[in-house]
Nanobody, 124 residues
């Protein structure tokens, strides 16, 4: 089992920045993939970014490249999502997810472990 706890959401004006954190615990992380997803009201949960602890690789949704970036703190088993130049359309609940098994990693269905989510609201 993997436990995930997100933090860092809030209200920000358009053009501002936020950094979300996801702290993982419960097992070793060498083969863990940690993802970020978001879900706006009335919309499906969509892929934002993911990080592979094995190989130290990050992947992003094409539409978010250049504005969002992942960083990590290995000592704290924490993944961060830095969000810059925020837009009102970035408003959503942001979820941290993790998987230790194969699957389609661009989809929420590929992740068995989830945090509770943190609200991000961008005002215009």
């Amino acid at each position: 089992q993997v436990q995930l706890v997100e933090s860092g959401g809030g209200l920000v004006q358009a053009g501002g920045s936020l950094r979300l954190s996801c702290a993982a615990s419960g097992r070793t992380f060498s083969n863990l993939v940690m993802g970020w997803f978001r879900q706006a009201p009335g919309k499906e949960r969509e892929f934002v970014a993911r990080f592979h602890w094995s190989g130290d690789r990050s992947y992003y949704a094409d539409s978010l490249k250049g504005r969002f970036a992942i960083s990590t703190d290995n000592a704290k088993n924490t993944v961060y999502l830095q969000m810059n130049s925020l837009k009102p359309e970035d408003t959503a609940v942001y979820y941290c997810a993790a998987t230790d098994r194969g699957g389609y990693l661009w989809s929420a269905a590929g992740y068995p472990y989830w945090g509770r989510g943190t609200q991000v609201t961008v005002s215009s």
